[in-house]
């Protein structure tokens, strides 16, 4: 399968479509590497991620080069990604700590109880193409590792080098073979790990449609899933909101990653009373972005992932026309010098978006903002929670009140206040809500040490001389 430059539509590399007994060696590999890698002390598995967090950080220029190339995100875009990897690792390696159990001397009478956290088995990670370090190698694998378990990465196949770099700097900081098995291959192959006994938990991030399948299936298979799916993230502006720099934190997070990111802010409901000019100030910042090549490190707008993505977004442009929203900003026909052949789409702006027009209401994935009009805070919340997506909902204001009101009424799952990309950092779980998440442990944070590992409780006693004769043993035994 050909793997494409976004930032100049010409091809770069090629990655295997892997067969259907390619992906079922890859999960052969992981089941017989498990008991041993299980029995590993976590002391010693963790000295593997803090080399291979080492390594992050002497490669990271490189890191970052394969993921703007492969990827469209520009740099310091890039960049992130690869700190995400850094980030997640650093607190997998507090899994001594994290997976230590609970225990109680003399539960009942002569009884003790110890609970341990043990690792599951072979987990499979199935990675989308927009984060290309973040999700597969810092949401997926290093609690997976950390906690003994093995893993079987299915990589975008758009996107699998920044990846398999990665895997390259843990067979350099000593993984042993067979704990993380990576395959690229298409959703038939694929499918093998929602339902092959040997798997134990399916990790996903992409599409609602397809995270609700992956959830069906795999859940029917008896495998625990987190499922983390599309949004359509809302911000409520209000009239104290100081609307220059909330603005520049809107363009940021809705023109960031050009869009390509569940955690982007594609819609602003905006007080009437301030919509007019938070409508002009939007159209001048953004205008002010510079699109161009990824690598490019004076870029701030980089292409959307391929030539097929590109044609779906500018369709839904032509769709939000069609259906009655005011363009106040027309992104579609950028042209880059000596890039001609990428997938560039320019910041593209609605405004007077209302109820029913689906350009305000499902996922674009590109650099579309909406802008929807209301008289208040109490209508600008009925309307973001009308949405069927969760993932995060943002106000701008500076009344405590309002953030505290909004804070605890809202459905969003991440909630910023003042805050345009409310992703908290890695120590704590991606807590997406309604249909943007399937499954009921969220990735990373502690939500992440749960998903992958399971409870043990062991019961002791021990006898004494009278005890030992002892012809009464109760029907509860302890337990009571």
Same mark, same amino acid.
């Given at each position: 399968?050909?793997?494409?430059?976004?930032?100049?539509?010409?091809?770069?590399? =090629?990655?295997?479509?892997?067969?259907?007994?390619?992906?079922?060696?890859?999960?052969?590999?992981?089941?017989?590497?498990?008991?041993?890698?299980?029995?590993?002390?976590?002391?010693?598995?963790?000295?593997?991620?803090?080399? /291979?967090?080492?390594?992050?950080?002497?490669?990271?220029?490189?890191?970052?080069?394969?993921?703007?190339?492969?990827?469209?995100?520009?740099?310091?875009?890039?960049?992130?990604?690869?700190?995400?990897?850094?980030?997640?690792?650093?607190?997998?390696?507090?899994?001594?700590?994290?997976?230590?159990?609970?225990?109680?001397?003399?539960?009942?009478?002569?009884?003790?109880? %110890?609970?341990?956290?043990?690792?599951?088995?072979?987990?499979?990670?199935?990675?989308?193409?927009?984060?290309?370090?973040?999700?597969?190698?810092?949401?997926?694998? &290093?609690?997976?590792?950390?906690?003994?378990?093995?893993? +079987?990465?299915?990589?975008?196949?758009?996107?699998?080098?920044?990846?398999?770099?990665?895997?390259?700097?843990? =067979?350099? @900081?000593?993984?042993?073979?067979? +704990?993380?098995?990576?395959?690229?291959?298409?959703?038939?192959?694929?499918?093998?790990?929602?339902?092959?006994?040997?798997?134990?938990?399916?990790?996903?991030?992409?599409?609602?449609?397809?995270?609700?399948?992956?959830?069906?299936?795999?859940?029917?298979?008896?495998?625990?899933? =987190? @499922?983390?799916?599309?949004?359509?993230?809302?911000?409520? +502006?209000?009239?104290?909101? &100081?609307?220059?720099?909330?603005?520049?934190?809107?363009?940021?997070?809705?023109?960031?990653?050009?869009?390509?990111?569940?955690?982007?802010?594609?819609?602003?409901? @905006? =007080?009437?009373?301030?919509?007019?000019?938070?409508?002009?100030?939007?159209?001048?910042?953004?205008?002010?972005?510079?699109?161009?090549?990824?690598?490019?490190?004076?870029?701030?707008?980089?292409?959307?992932?391929?030539?097929?993505?590109?044609?779906?977004?500018?369709?839904?442009?032509?769709?939000?026309?069609?259906?009655?929203?005011?363009?106040?900003?027309?992104?579609?026909?950028?042209?880059?010098?000596?890039?001609?052949?990428?997938?560039?789409?320019?910041?593209?702006?609605?405004?007077?978006?209302?109820?029913?027009?689906?350009?305000?209401?499902?996922?674009?994935?590109? &650099?579309?903002?909406?802008?929807?009009? +209301?008289?208040? /805070?109490?209508?600008?919340?009925?309307?973001?929670?009308?949405?069927?997506?969760?993932?995060?909902?943002?106000?701008?204001?500076?009344?405590?009140?309002?953030?505290?009101?909004? @804070?605890?009424?809202?459905?969003?799952?991440?909630?910023?206040?003042?805050?345009?990309?409310?992703? &908290?950092?890695?120590?704590?779980?991606?807590?997406?809500?309604?249909?943007?998440?399937?499954?009921?442990?969220?990735?990373?944070?502690?939500?992440?040490?749960?998903?992958?590992?399971?409870?043990?409780?062991?019961?002791?006693?021990?006898?004494?001389?009278?005890?030992?004769?002892?012809?009464? %043993?109760?029907?509860?035994?302890?337990?009571?």
């Amino acid at each position: 399968m050909d793997i494409m430059d976004p930032s100049t539509g010409t091809v770069i590399a =090629q990655t295997p479509c892997c067969t259907q007994e390619e992906v079922e060696l890859a999960v052969k590999a992981a089941n017989d590497a498990f008991p041993a890698w299980s029995d590993t002390p976590a002391i010693k598995r963790v000295q593997i991620l803090y080399k /291979f967090r080492s390594l992050v950080e002497e490669h990271l220029d490189e890191l970052t080069y394969i993921c703007a190339r492969e990827n469209g995100k520009v740099w310091e875009e890039a960049k992130g990604d690869i700190l995400k990897v850094k980030e997640i690792t650093e607190h997998a390696c507090g899994i001594p700590s994290l997976m230590m159990g609970e225990s109680l001397m003399n539960t009942s009478a002569g009884y003790d109880t %110890v609970l341990y956290r043990e690792p599951v088995g072979v987990f499979a990670g199935i990675a989308p193409f927009n984060f290309p370090g973040m999700i597969p190698m810092g949401w997926m694998m &290093p609690l997976c590792i950390a906690t003994g378990n093995t893993m +079987v990465l299915k990589l975008a196949s758009m996107t699998p080098m920044t990846s398999i770099r990665c895997l390259e700097l843990m =067979q350099e @900081a000593g993984l042993p073979a067979g +704990v993380i098995n990576a395959v690229t291959c298409s959703r038939n192959e694929a499918e093998i790990l929602l339902t092959d006994p040997a798997i134990r938990g399916v990790s996903f991030v992409g599409s609602t449609s397809i995270g609700a399948h992956v959830y069906k299936t795999a859940a029917a298979s008896g495998k625990r899933v =987190q @499922a983390l799916t599309e949004a359509k993230n809302h911000a409520l +502006v209000l009239e104290d909101a &100081p609307l220059e720099r909330t603005a520049r934190g809107i363009i940021n997070a809705t023109f960031g990653c050009a869009g390509e990111r569940c955690m982007a802010l594609p819609v602003v409901v @905006a =007080q009437e009373s301030i919509a007019d000019k938070l409508t002009g100030l939007l159209v001048k910042y953004a205008k002010e972005l510079k699109i161009g090549p990824a690598y490019d490190r004076t870029s701030t707008l980089g292409p959307v992932i391929s030539s097929s993505h590109k044609e779906w977004v500018l369709n839904w442009i032509g769709k939000g026309i069609s259906e009655g929203a005011k363009l106040v900003l027309d992104g579609r026909d950028v042209k880059v010098d000596g890039n001609e052949g990428g997938y560039y789409i320019g910041p593209t702006i609605f405004d007077h978006v209302t109820s029913g027009m689906t350009v305000g209401d499902d996922e674009i994935f590109g &650099p579309v903002l909406c802008i929807k009009r +209301v008289k208040d /805070f109490e209508e600008g919340l009925a309307v973001m929670n009308a949405n069927r997506f969760a993932n995060g909902s943002v106000i701008f204001t500076q009344s405590g009140y309002y953030s505290r009101e909004f @804070a605890k009424r809202t459905d969003g799952g991440m909630v910023g206040i003042n805050v345009g990309i409310p992703v &908290p950092v890695g120590i704590f779980p991606f807590t997406g809500h309604k249909q943007s998440f399937f499954g009921d442990l969220h990735a990373i944070g502690k939500d992440g040490v749960r998903f992958f590992t399971e409870t043990k409780a062991v019961t002791t006693r021990w006898f004494d001389d009278a005890e030992k004769n002892n012809k009464n %043993v109760s029907t509860w035994d302890g337990s009571l």
